[in-house]
């Protein structure tokens, strides 16, 4: 609720500063805010590896995130304590940020939403439950798997990166952070796991980022 309530803040905030916002519309916040890897370069703008997480195009575009960041937010955050709920999401964020990039390359486009952390919490709940011997197929996760990534790679202007980025960085969160109770973590691990998932996430991108030749004058 609490990540909800950060998006849906945000959101608000660049409608007032902007109506278009509510249209899908690019607009200034989006510029100052957002995954644009020319900005990251030349100006060491690397909070928009965080800061994109909490922006979206449109109310559409909101609505969908938070649906999905509800139903699954229910699921996952049960397992879980609350500090390690909040480092998975963000381990997923930086994980979607991360894919962002990799598949952008020397064709940035501004890239924004919370699909990477949804992604990444989609990821650690499919991977928990195979750990615990359950096909995920037969359940609504298994489904919701399928589904989203056949929207992923269907329709066109959708971070096919930044999904697949925070579904990667979730699962391997998961496979530690859901561990099932015959084969128990120290405790320590649910905390680490996604700490370090998070700070690999970061340096990968800033290495990546740092090889680009985008050939920008003037930016």
């Not at 500063?17 to 690019?26: I, K």
């Not at 969908?64 to 397992?79: C, D, K, T």
Request: with cysteine.
């Amino acid at each position: 609720m609490a990540f909800m309530a950060i998006n849906i803040a945000v959101f608000i905030w660049m409608l007032i500063a902007d109506p278009a916002s509510g249209s899908g519309d690019v607009t200034k916040a989006h510029v100052d805010l957002d995954l644009y890897a020319p900005f990251l370069k030349v100006y060491d703008e690397w909070y928009r590896l965080v800061t994109s997480g909490f922006t979206h195009f449109g109310f559409i575009h909101l609505a969908f995130n938070m649906f999905a960041l509800y139903q699954l937010g229910q699921i996952v955050e049960r397992a879980m304590p609350h500090v390690q709920f909040a480092l998975l999401y963000f381990a997923s964020l930086l994980g979607g940020s991360l894919g962002a990039l990799l598949v952008g390359g020397n064709e940035p486009h501004i890239t924004a939403g919370a699909s990477g952390a949804v992604f990444g919490l989609l990821g650690a709940a499919a991977i928990g439950l195979h750990r615990r011997g359950v096909n995920i197929f037969s359940t609504g996760i298994g489904t919701a798997l399928l589904l989203n990534l056949f929207i992923t790679f269907s329709i066109s202007g959708i971070s096919i990166g930044g999904h697949l980025g925070g579904l990667a960085a979730g699962a391997i969160c998961g496979y530690v952070m859901l561990a099932p109770s015959h084969r128990p973590i120290p405790k320590w691990a649910g905390y680490a796991v996604p700490v370090a998932v998070a700070v690999v996430c970061v340096i990968a991108s800033m290495l990546y980022v740092n090889t680009l030749d985008f050939g920008i004058q003037g930016l």
